[in-house]
């Protein structure tokens, strides 16, 4: 009795594969691999160059002065032109109350459109509008809260949270299509048991539906904020910029990609490095939300 013979996926009764077709596994395997280190070329050089650019610009007055407005000439020793702590400071209050605004609304618009409205035609008309305000370019939502809120003379003229409105208008539908789609995981069998137990749906999707989606939710809504945190648009017809340390939302109030977009525009190389630091640590707080989105998900996937 001959001896079973096996593949190279080591099935056992199937036929070999035959030369040709390892060998163009092999070449497209090879192909694919070249584009996507083609692919990274770019990332790698502009994290390199930022790392190159922006450490040189850290030191303890970067983090812990404000901006003087100054423009210092070389060989002048007694000139400072500060650094970005009333940019960092900004940045976490507006990007803070934009997350404080959307990410609940957002969540209850899924909860609606998931336990609720399905698949009726209010439901997928929300859907509509909301994949409609994703494809919106972020300085239209900067151009809307201008009008509605720093034009008419609303609340005063600019002002931190009205930055945080624009931002929390650009993280709603991030939120709302994340959540949607974590929401639609759980499985109906948990919603059927508790629902069979005699527990009011509101019950069911509190006490059940959101904790098992627990995760999902928390990477969905660091996504969102990641995002928030890098726009620059938004916040130029709302937030406007002040050099000064402002920790009332209710002033225009610095941040770093208003810092970043100032300092850039003067020919200077001092304040030019600051804009390179500054975005260095925009970039390093938007990897560190994007790696806790990532541990989220792991741990979702896990339990």
């Not at 790392?51 to 610009?57: E, F, H």
């Not at 020793?77 to 976490?92: D, E």
């Not at 809120?149 to 945080?164: D, E, N, Q, T």
């Not at 005699?198 to 660091?222: D, E, F, N, Y």
């Amino acid at each position: 009795m001959s001896a079973p013979t096996f593949n190279e996926a080591g099935l056992r009764g199937l036929p070999p594969v035959s030369p040709g077709r390892v060998r163009k596994d092999r070449i497209a395997r090879t192909f694919i691999g070249a584009l996507t280190l083609i692919a990274l070329v770019p990332l790698v050089l502009v994290v390199f160059y930022l790392l190159k650019q922006g450490l040189g610009a850290w030191n303890g007055d970067f983090f812990t002065t404000d901006p003087t407005g100054r423009t210092c000439f070389p060989g002048q020793t007694t000139c400072s032109i500060g650094g970005v702590r009333s940019a960092i400071l900004g940045t976490l209050e507006i990007v803070a109350l934009a997350s404080v605004i959307a990410i609940p609304f957002g969540t209850a618009v899924a909860v609606y459109l998931v336990e609720y409205g399905k698949q009726s035609k209010f439901a997928n008309t929300v859907r509509y509008f909301v994949d409609v305000m994703t494809g919106v370019p972020s300085v239209a939502f900067g151009l809307f809260v201008y009008i509605v809120l720093v034009a008419s003379g609303i609340g005063g003229s600019y002002a931190g949270w009205k930055g945080s409105v624009a931002l929390a208008l650009l993280m709603l539908p991030i939120v709302v299509r994340s959540s949607e789609v974590v929401l639609n995981l759980v499985p109906n069998q948990l919603r059927e048991s508790a629902l069979a137990l005699g527990a009011p749906r509101w019950k069911v999707i509190w006490s059940v539906v959101l904790p098992t989606a627990r995760s999902g939710l928390i990477t969905g809504s660091l996504l969102a904020v990641a995002r928030a945190a890098g726009e620059t648009a938004p916040l130029l017809f709302t937030a406007f910029a002040t050099n000064e340390l402002v920790f009332g939302l209710g002033q225009p109030m610095n941040s770093l990609p208003l810092q970043i977009f100032n300092d850039v525009r003067t020919p200077q190389d001092a304040i030019v490095q600051r804009a390179w630091g500054a975005a260095l640590f925009l970039v390093l707080l938007i990897l560190i939300l994007n790696l806790v989105a990532r541990l989220a998900q792991r741990r979702s996937r896990l339990a």
